[in-house]
């Protein structure tokens, strides 16, 4: 057997494994090949592209505007590929990263139906050794987890779920097949973003729709539109000033804050904002709002009331309307759903809302769901029941650092990381959308390329100087997860139940209680500002280090940069 080959006859060594083929981890290895490094995508799924891959759910579109979303690395790419809509659909965005990755050659590093179930560093030689499903064991000094923020799907906690005669799934698995729907009564349990889109997108193809809704979410209208060869063309002329004006705002988006203050206009002036907005493509009405609705009990108090307001306009019966609107929570303090013609849906006949919090589910029956009120009857229920946000994809892999400590323990009651991007105990596992990075309360790809970008120059800044190992100080990983914990002290996001707070019913211990701190709220340029400044410093924070390893075993040696 030659070096670096298994029984499988396969390599068992790589450089860098990246894990995960979506977004993220085709830039990655995007960014490694470049640099000719010997690297390898590896992901559970039958094919690349991540959250596009598998979420084939009707109506499943990008939130943000489609130009914005794609990669900005390429001139070439961005003025090959027309963006056919304003929010392009799920089949349009895996179109787009097929493409992509042919284009530059990339499928050839990819593996496919291969799970990492475990993965273990071996400090006697400063690598990582990865357990894959296929029943290889794969070794590499650098592991790259590029594996989504929403990508551990959670069905809910019900009795007798194998006891439904009809056909049922979680969004994120919904069949690539076909389903047909014309005719058939259908469950939705859940209104967050997922249901929100499906909803709005099946109401008037399915015989009877029945929404299932624990907690109201706020939602504003998406207001897609098709993209002319022209406007693409303009589009193209303006990508340095669009790109640009992402780097500049908070959200990594085109929207950037109205710089009044809010109670330094008057009342007729915000309504006449909030009107405009609401109108406009996208999350203008979420983002291109007044500072003050982020942190400001009055503020948003009267904005989250303009919003239900426009609620009562658009739902006729005024029950249903009350139904919708949320109590606990202000518009705004978390992601908000993006919708078409979601409110409209329940203006239908063959619509029905159920507040399960006040007659809740009891179980799933064989002809379909019981609740404290009544039975139901449907062909097909669909889960939109959320997901183990930002740690469960992480937590459903077995991950082993320095002294057999656990990730999984260590991040029982709330992750702690060195900058979202590297956590203390566990060298050369570089996370670049990790947990309190701030990827997830940005425009995805933007973050994702900022967490690349400074990940790859991190590993191209150790193998210039030879080393082999680097690993954030606790002290440095206590400041980083302390600031992070003080942002959220500012913003009324830190009352909300939602995934940017770790709050989810459907997986044990992240029910309420208390919040786990997720996500970095200080912006897209504060975020960058400081990862440069950290590696203009030499990487501060991190003991980065060498290893000898004679031929005779002696003791390693240690060095730090």
Not at 137 to 157: K, M, Q, Y
Not at 243 to 248: D, N
Not at 282 to 299: K, T, Y
Not at 396 to 418: C, N, Q, V
Request: aromatic share 12%; net charge negative.
């Amino acid at each position: 057997m030659t070096e670096g080959t298994n029984s499988h006859g396969a390599k068992s060594h790589y450089e860098v494994i990246v894990v995960g083929a979506g977004v993220a981890g085709i830039y990655q290895i995007k960014r490694l090949a470049d640099l000719g490094i010997d690297a390898t995508v590896l992901d559970s799924a039958p094919d690349l592209g991540g959250t596009w891959y598998w979420n084939r759910y009707p109506g499943c579109r990008f939130d943000s505007e489609s130009y914005t979303y794609g990669f900005s690395f390429s001139k070439e790419l961005l003025n090959e590929w027309h963006w056919k809509e304003r929010f392009s659909s799920q089949p349009e965005n895996l179109r787009y990263l097929n493409y992509v990755a042919d284009k530059f050659d990339l499928r050839k590093y990819m593996q496919f139906n291969r799970n990492v179930e475990a993965m273990q560093f071996d400090e006697t030689r400063d690598e990582w050794r990865l357990k894959i499903s296929d029943g290889r064991e794969l070794t590499s000094r650098f592991v790259v987890l590029a594996i989504g923020l929403l990508s551990a799907p959670t069905l809910p906690r019900l009795e007798g779920m194998d006891d439904f005669g009809g056909r049922s799934f979680h969004t994120y698995y919904w069949p690539h097949e076909p389903v047909e729907l014309t005719g058939k009564k259908v469950a939705v349990i859940g209104t967050g973003a997922t249901a929100i889109q499906i909803i709005g997108e099946i109401a008037d193809k399915v015989s009877e729709l029945t929404v299932f809704q624990r907690r109201p979410n706020w939602s504003a209208p998406l207001n897609n539109s098709r993209i002319s060869e022209a406007e693409m063309a303009d589009i193209r002329a303006r990508y340095d000033e669009i790109f640009a004006a992402c780097k500049v705002s908070p959200g990594g988006f085109e929207h950037a804050p109205d710089r009044r203050g809010f109670y330094e206009v008057t009342r007729e002036e915000r309504l006449k904002l909030w009107d405009r907005l609401y109108d406009e493509p996208g999350f203008g009405i979420w983002l291109a709002n007044f500072r003050e609705i982020f942190m400001d009990e009055a503020a948003n108090a009267e904005f989250s009331e303009y919003i239900a307001n426009r609620i009562r306009r658009r739902v006729k019966d005024p029950q249903t309307a009350e139904t919708l609107i949320p109590r606990d929570h202000g518009f705004g303090v978390q992601r908000v759903p993006l919708e078409t013609n979601y409110l409209e849906a329940y203006n239908r006949d063959n619509v029905h809302l159920v507040d399960i919090s006040k007659t809740p589910i009891e179980r799933v029956t064989e002809k379909g769901l019981r609740t404290a009120a009544r039975d139901y009857e449907f062909d097909i229920i669909v889960y939109a029941t959320g997901f183990d946000a930002i740690t469960g994809a992480y937590d459903r892999m077995d991950i082993t650092g320095i002294d057999g400590e656990k990730l999984y323990d260590k991040w029982k009651d709330a992750p702690s990381t060195f900058l979202g991007m590297l956590t203390h105990g566990f060298p050369n596992l570089l996370m670049p959308t990790g947990p309190q990075s701030a990827s997830a309360t940005t425009n995805f790809p933007r973050g994702i390329e900022n967490g690349v970008n400074w990940c790859t120059d991190l590993l191209q800044y150790m193998w210039d100087r030879g080393l082999t190992r680097a690993d954030p100080t606790r002290e440095s990983e206590e400041r980083w997860t302390a600031h992070v914990t003080k942002m959220y002290e500012i913003m009324l996001m830190r009352k909300a139940k939602g995934w940017f707070t770790g709050y989810n019913s459907n997986v044990p211990g992240h029910e309420e209680g208390r919040p786990r701190y997720f996500v970095y709220n200080g912006g897209t340029p504060k975020y960058v500002g400081i990862i440069n400044d950290v590696a203009a410093n030499g990487y501060e924070g991190l003991v980065l280090s060498s290893q000898a390893r004679p031929e005779s075993g002696a003791a390693r040696s240690r060095v730090s940069a």
